[in-house]
């Protein structure tokens, strides 16, 4: 008697850990990382048979820079004293024909 409660605990032990295992493989089964992953691979040029890949030196590179910086420092200087300008054209007009109109 004692032999065969020996072996239900025995059977016991693996039936949890084969639990555990099913689980597992199930989560491995339904993930499709992997298929998601091929198809993508499917979708690049690489896979196609006309891809040539080329060697790119950046120290054999020359880089022309159009830094602007200081005709965009000038035009705004000038622009915002032409906008400055007006403002204060407009508000002074302003001001002068309500003087006017309440000398009136």
């Known amino acids: ?3 065969t409660l020996q072996r239900a605990e ?19 089964e339904q993930d499709e990382t992997l298929d998601r992953a091929k198809d993508l ?3 690049i040029p690489f ?13 054999a590179t020359d880089f022309e820079t159009n830094n ?8 705004a200087l000038v622009l915002g004293g032409m906008i400055g300008v007006v403002f204060v ?4 007009a302003l001001i002068n ?3 006017i109109t309440a000398q009136s």
């Open 10 to 28: 025995q059977n016991k032990v693996f039936l949890e850990s084969l639990l555990a295992l099913e689980v597992k493989k199930r989560a491995i």
């Open 47 to 59: 896979n196609e048979n006309d891809f040539k890949s080329t060697l790119f030196k950046l120290a």
């Open 68 to 75: 602007k910086r200081n005709l965009f420092y000038a035009l």
């Open 89 to 92: 054209l407009i508000s002074k």
């Open 41 to 43: 691979f499917n979708k």
């Open 1 to 3: 008697m004692t032999r």
């Open 97 to 99: 024909r309500k003087a």
